[in-house]
């Protein structure tokens, strides 16, 4: 985080239209007591995690018992990094927000999930939680629009030569986060959480958690690359399928969740020198999130019902499965209130308001003629 302003210093200021939030939550409220239904999953979900289970694991099970050639082998590690994806997209997302189960134990459980693909649950709360989903798009505040090495996300931020084509190069470094996150991020990850006081926890309860995170790492790396060398497999061949289903998934995985925010329409506001943010929280969401493709069901059930990305910021305890019938609620009390509601009507115009947004960020400064956020 930045050195002006600490988790908790920030705070946003109610312009007398908390009655926004109020009124939509009380809607969302009704509308599940109208339906007589829980908020969180229902047998399509659950249908959902089974195939998106099965399809991370049956083409690894497959790999381990007929050890097939190069290239069947290969066909089968891609298939895991959709799968791959798509579990952290549909089930470990919603489980970590609490949102999978009413059941708190049921609820853990599936956050596990998180585990099958080699990252840590106690950083994922942490970053994505707590930072991003309450200082979206505050610079020095909010993790996922911090620079990355040759990527730049906030007009807040130095340009450097390098971020001049990074529209060009940024898909090839999407597809190193995963990667990255499973050998690297979850360690320097908590380290700066720790310095930066977003980890308040004794020194014990910081030792045992990194040993946690240490064990979760090796465990990984043991099944799912130390495994299939060990049963016979070619280590070349088990290197590079593993680096292509870790391809894969992060450029899927980083392409959704930068089509919310990282597009035309969104703001990027700063707090004030007594961290303070001019705006209610819920309004803050709707002005720093856009929702894209709503009416494409076969993306929706892929993405985990991150393209409602409105909704899922509002409420993210609410299954996603409910988004698309809680989105014209919160629509038509935006329409109601005067909030805005950025949508992308397809992933097509998405990907090509992100494009936009990243070429307008990696201008020098004296062609930023266009004022961001």
Avoid at 233 to 255: R, Y
Avoid at 279 to 293: K, L
Avoid at 352 to 373: Q, Y
Wanted: include cysteine.
């Amino acid at each position: 985080m930045g050195a002006a302003h600490q988790k908790g210093t920030v705070k946003f200021i109610d312009r007398d239209k908390r009655q926004f939030f109020n009124t939509l939550k009380g809607r969302v409220d009704q509308h599940f007591r109208d339906q007589q239904c829980s908020s969180h999953a229902n047998p399509t979900m659950v249908v959902k995690t089974v195939i998106l289970l099965l399809a991370y694991v049956a083409p690894f099970v497959v790999l381990l018992a007929i050890q097939p050639s190069f290239w069947v082998a290969l066909l089968l590690w891609l298939l895991m990094g959709v799968a791959k994806a798509g579990v952290g997209m549909s089930v470990m997302h919603d489980a970590n927000h609490g949102a999978y189960a009413e059941n708190g134990r049921l609820n853990t459980w599936m956050s596990y999930s998180i585990n099958m693909l080699g990252a840590s649950g106690h950083n994922w709360k942490l970053q994505h939680n707590l930072l991003h989903h309450t200082y979206t798009n505050i610079t020095h505040m909010d993790d996922d629009i911090d620079d990355k090495p040759a990527l730049r996300f906030s007009p807040h931020t130095e340009v450097k030569s390098i971020h001049r084509f990074q529209w060009l190069h940024a898909f090839l470094m999407y597809g190193l986060t995963t990667l990255y996150w499973v050998v690297a991020k979850d360690f320097v990850q908590f380290a700066r959480y720790q310095r930066n006081g977003v980890i308040r926890k004794s020194e014990a309860e910081n030792q045992k958690a990194l040993i946690k995170i240490y064990v979760l790492k090796i465990t990984y790396l043991a099944i799912i690359v130390g495994l299939p060398i060990a049963l016979g497999l070619a280590w070349w061949s088990v290197v590079i399928g593993f680096l292509a289903m870790h391809f894969v998934a992060g450029v899927v995985l980083t392409v959704i969740f930068q089509l919310a925010h990282t597009v035309e329409g969104t703001s990027h506001p700063m707090p004030c020198e007594a961290g303070l943010i001019e705006n209610e929280w819920a309004i803050h969401q709707m002005n720093t999130t856009v929702n894209f493709a709503p009416h494409n069901k076969w993306l929706s059930w892929y993405v985990g019902g991150l393209n409602f990305q409105v909704e899922h910021h509002l409420f993210p305890r609410i299954c996603h499965v409910h988004y698309p019938q809680i989105a014209p609620i919160v629509r038509q009390t935006a329409e109601e209130f005067g909030v805005p509601y950025l949508e992308n009507e397809t992933f097509g115009k998405a990907l090509r308001s992100h494009i936009v947004m990243l070429r307008r960020f990696g201008k020098m400064p004296d062609m930023m003629n266009e004022a961001i956020g």
